[in-house]
C-alpha cells in the first residue's frame, strides 16, 4: 500500500511539513510504503480553465503537476496539509486542488483514502477541513479524518494542541496516518 503525503505551504521545514511527517511515519510503522512531496519544490501553475482535460482527463501544463499527477495515481492513500491562510487553504493547496479537476473526469482519485492536516496559528483550521471534506467528497475518495496543529512559528505544532481535546498536535497527526492505513486494509 502506497501512501503520499502532500506538504502544500511554501515553507520548508514548517509546521505543515512537521506534522505531514509525524503522519506518514505513522503509516509506515502501520506497514504502508510512503512518499512526500513538498510545494516548495515544486512550481505549479494555477488552473488555467483552458477546458483541454475534459475529453481525456489530462491536464496539457507541463509543469511539476505531472510528477504530483502520477505520485496520486500510484497511491492508495493521500495525506494533504495546508497552512491555514486567511482562513482559507494556500494558494500552494488551492493550485494542486484545482489542477486536479483533470482527474475528476475520468474517476483518477476515486476509492483513494484522503485525509487532511492543517496547520494554523489561530482561527480557520475548522473551515479549511470542511473545505478538504468536500473537495475529497467531490472526487468520492474516502475519507478517513482530518487533524489540526497549532502553531506559528517554524517547529511550534510540536508543543500545540490538535484539535482533539485528548491528543496534541503531533498524536494526532500519527492517529491519522495509522487511519489512513486501517481504513484502506478495511476495503481492500
Ligand atoms: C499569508 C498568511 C496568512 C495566514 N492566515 C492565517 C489564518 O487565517 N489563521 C491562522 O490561524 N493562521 C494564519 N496564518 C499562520 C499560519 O497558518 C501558521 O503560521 C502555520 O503554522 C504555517 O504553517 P507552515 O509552517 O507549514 O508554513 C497565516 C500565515 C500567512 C503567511
Known amino acids: 500500500m502506497n501512501v503520499l503525503g502532500l506538504v502544500l505551504s511554501p515553507r520548508k521545514n514548517g509546521n505543515t511539513e512537521i506534522l505531514i511527517s509525524e503522519a506518514l511515519a505513522s503509516a509506515e510503522k502501520a506497514g504502508a510504503q510512503v512518499e512526500m512531496l513538498h510545494a516548495a519544490d515544486l512550481s505549479i501553475s494555477p488552473c ?8 481525456e482527463g489530462i491536464c496539457r501544463i507541463k509543469d511539476d503537476m505531472q510528477i504530483v ?20 487553504v494556500s494558494a500552494q493547496a488551492k493550485a494542486v486542488i484545482d489542477r ?24 480557520g483550521a ?30 511550534e505544532v510540536r508543543q500545540g494542541p490538535g484539535m482533539s481535546p485528548m491528543l ?17 486494509n478495511r476495503i481492500s
Open 48 to 55: 488555467d480553465a483552458c477546458g483541454a482535460c475534459m475529453a
Open 69 to 88: 499527477y502520477e505520485k496520486m495515481d500510484q497511491a492508495d492513500g493521500i495525506i494533504f496539509g495546508t497552512p491555514v491562510y486567511f482562513l482559507n
Open 100 to 123: 486536479t479537476y483533470a482527474c475528476m473526469m475520468k474517476g483518477r482519485l476515486r476509492g483513494k483514502v484522503a485525509a487532511v492536516i492543517a496547520a494554523a496559528r489561530r482561527v
Open 126 to 155: 475548522g473551515q479549511v477541513l470542511s473545505l478538504m471534506y468536500s473537495y475529497f467528497s467531490a472526487q468520492r475518495m474516502i475519507i478517513a479524518g482530518g487533524g489540526v496543529g497549532y502553531g506559528r512559528d517554524k517547529g
Open 168 to 184: 496534541s498536535a503531533l498524536e494526532e497527526a500519527q492517529a491519522i496516518g495509522r487511519n489512513v492505513v486501517k481504513m484502506r
